[in-house]
Every structure is written in C-alpha cells, then in structure tokens.
C-alpha cells in the first residue's frame, strides 16, 4: 500500500526505512520524515523507560 505526505498528498519515498517526501529536499513541502521519524523513537524509548522503570518498583515493593 502506498502512503502519502499529510501535507502535500505526494507518494512518499522509502528511504532507509524512513518515509520521507521527496518535495521536502526542493522546498515545495514542510514534511520532514526524518524528524517524524526520530520524534517516534524518543517516544518509544521513554515509554520503553517508563515502563521498565514501573515494572523495577513492583519488584522493589513486593520484597
């Protein structure tokens, strides 16, 4: 299935794994998928801490 920008509707590029528009690199679009991308694993490593972090209290309370 193919995906497109949320800003400019143009078929996004996969590029290593990033989905990014190709309209950005001209200027035409403000869609940064590498941003999008990196903004993502800030916000699964925080989740993947605070979870780990919950789960060592448990441990520690149930001692």
């Known amino acids: 299935m193919k995906k497109y920008c949320p800003y400019c509707r143009t078929e996004l590029l996969d590029h290593c ?3 990014v528009c190709p309209r950005n690199d ?17 916000t699964h490593n925080l989740k993947e801490r605070h ?3 919950i789960h060592d ?7």
């Open 17 to 19: 794994n990033i989905l």
């Open 51 to 53: 979870n780990n972090s």
């Open 26 to 42: 001209i200027g035409e679009c403000t869609y940064d998928g590498y941003e999008v991308y990196r903004l993502y694993e800030e």
């Open 57 to 63: 209290q448990e441990l520690t309370t149930v001692n």
